[in-house]
């Protein structure tokens, strides 16, 4: 395997760090090197930022349907490298290959022509008010440079979450992607360079997040933070901000709780439970990695997913019949580990919890898919974000206590309910603190869908033309057009 070399990407040209510091990025499911990486410095920081403030008149300047079809554009270019990109954020990552083919480069392909179209439409509005010698209206205009932090468990739809709505509507930014996962994020320059992007526009600066995050986050030019990541690292950023009183975007960490009726279709919800949680190896902020089950039906629900489990092929993420990949890296797969053994001494615990045995996986992190049973809601399984393939079922009787476990958390990003009595699924979702319901389904993206989060969670809103307000800000003018003094005095 050949070792490809990433730079940074700062005012349209790639770069070395000025520190001149690279690291190699390993393939977490076999420890190969699959590339060296530069990794900037907050002197990096400042030159993107002043690159990107540099940028930002004519950009905002432009008509939103130049820049949209400068997204447009993108988009069409990053699909027809789809393979290269799939194979690289599988290699990066350790996702299967049939999801980035599948998922991560359609679903941001998908993301990129949204945004580029939603760039079109006119955010502004007029008001009415009581004297018809004034006029008021609204404008939603841009922040100018915005910072753009990264997690690593969806890298590519990561950058183009974040990149996307901010470009579409004027800003100008900094994106940096998490340290684990640089790969695609700073491929993507390449394709936005292509389409067109003047340079400046998106600067991509590789780093750790005490360095290179820390250093956007509290950089006086840069007007809102756009985060995605953990709770506690949030929390840090917004410390950070306060310095500044710098506008936040922060969607956070989850403990998303998947209700299952007694009376749900059974196929559907053993399918969407574990979907729910399994989907990208349980490193999903929106994972439904707490499944309440109605208590008449929990023992058999829970014999039904432990063969459904059991059932999934957990491989080589380079083969194409493989269901799971690689955790993420050495520590992140320890980490999961702890908290099985957590779970051991707190519950019952019913398949999984180990590394699959054989040579294919001598040399990855993998971890077969875990179910614990018998898990009440305060137990730490329970509670904390474990980001793993690790599912905590608890039992509950009736919709009353299923809303009370549910809401007992934190977080509030997802849930879900299964059941086939609408009436019930209204109630509860209603009910439900958390900013998105499925109800029979999971994980479902689409561009136009809004995402929420609420609680510990966040207190943001993603995707969809909310999203795209989120990286404007609100004007209001009230214009005198009488053409006559208001002599107050
Ligand atoms: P993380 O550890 O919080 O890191 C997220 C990003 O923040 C990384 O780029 C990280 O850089 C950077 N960072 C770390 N410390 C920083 C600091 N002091 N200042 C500025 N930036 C800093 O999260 P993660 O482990 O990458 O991702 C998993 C978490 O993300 C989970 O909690 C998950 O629920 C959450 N998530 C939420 C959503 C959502 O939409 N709500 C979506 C996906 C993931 P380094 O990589 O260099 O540490
Ligand atoms: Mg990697």
Sequence with gaps: ????????????????????????????????????????????????????????????????EQRGRILIRAAEILGRRAKEFAELEMLDVGKTISDTTNIDVPVSVNFLQWYGRAALDNLGETIPIPNPKQFDFSLRQPYGVVGLIAPWNFPLVNAVLKSGPALAVGNTAVMKPASWTPLTTLLIGEVFAEAGLPPGVLNIVNGSGGVVGEAICAHPRVRKIFFTGSTEVGRRILQVASRNVTDTSMELGGKSPNIIFADADWDQAVAGAAFGILLNNGQNCIAGSRLLVEREIH?????????????????????????????????????????????????????????????????????????????SNDMRIAQEEIFGPVLAVIPFAGEDEAVAIANDTIYGLGSGVFTTDLAKAHRVLRRLEAGTVYVNTYNMVYPQAPFPSWKQSGNAVERGLHGLLENTRFKNVIMDVSGQPIDFF
């Excluded at 014999?303 to 690689?326: E, W, Y």
Aim: contains cysteine.
């Design 1 to 64: 395997m050949s070792v490809r070399r990433f730079r940074l990407f700062v005012n349209g040209r790639y770069c070395p760090g000025q520190e001149g510091q690279t690291v190699p990025c390993t393939n977490p499911a076999n420890g190969e090197v699959v590339a060296e990486v530069a990794v900037g410095t907050a002197a990096d920081v400042d030159r993107a930022v002043e690159a990107a403030d540099r940028a930002f008149p004519a950009w905002a300047d432009m008509s939103g």
């Design 299 to 375: 023992d058999q629900f829970v014999a039904a997913l432990v063969s459904k489990f059991k059932s999934i092929r957990i491989g080589d993420p380079a083969d194409k019949s493989s269901q799971l990949g690689a955790i993420v890296s050495e520590s992140h797969y320890r980490t999961i580990m702890e908290y099985v053994e957590i779970g051991k001494e707190e519950a019952r615990l019913e398949c999984g919890g180990k590394h699959p045995p054989g040579e294919a996986f001598s040399k990855g992190w993998f971890i077969e898919p875990t179910l614990f049973s018998n898990v």
